[in-house]
Nanobody
Framework: VQLQASGGGLVQAGGSLRLSCAPSGGTFSNYGMGWFRQVPGKEREFVAAISWTGGSTSYADSVKGRSTISRGNAKNTVYLQMNSLASEDTAVYYC????????????????WGQGTQVTVSS
């Protein structure tokens, strides 16, 4: 079972994007889900996470207040709505499935998507 991330693209500073993550060939409805991002030469960085029920969420300080992570009705798809985008948000964004509570740590995720590029132009 693989995760498919989509929704990235080129956006102007101040704009918004909604990233989506869905499994291909299986289900992750009982997994906590997370979004991470990475730029070349740097470690993968936590962005947001959501528990398997959708009842608990957490955010990195850098995106808190302008991003929302959510799950679809069947809890099998995860979204990341990002607003007020800035050049610092430029990165490859990865979704991941792991511990039920939704962790901030990449090591606690077992399944990763291929990533979707987000580029914010100033």
């Amino acid at each position: 079972v693989q995760l498919q991330a989509s929704g990235g693209g080129l956006v102007q500073a101040g704009g918004s994007l909604r990233l989506s993550c869905a499994p291909s060939g299986g289900t992750f409805s009982n997994y906590g889900m997370g979004w991470f991002r990475q730029v070349p030469g740097k470690e993968r960085e936590f962005v947001a996470a959501i528990s398997w029920t959708g009842g608990s969420t957490s955010y990195a300080d850098s995106v808190k207040g302008r991003s929302t992570i959510s799950r679809g009705n069947a809890k099998n798809t995860v979204y990341l709505q990002m607003n007020s985008l800035a050049s610092e948000d430029t990165a490859v964004y990865y979704c991941a499935a792991g511990r039920a509570y939704g962790s901030r740590w990449p090591s606690e995720y077992d399944h990763w998507g291929q990533g979707t590029q987000v580029t914010v132009s100033s």
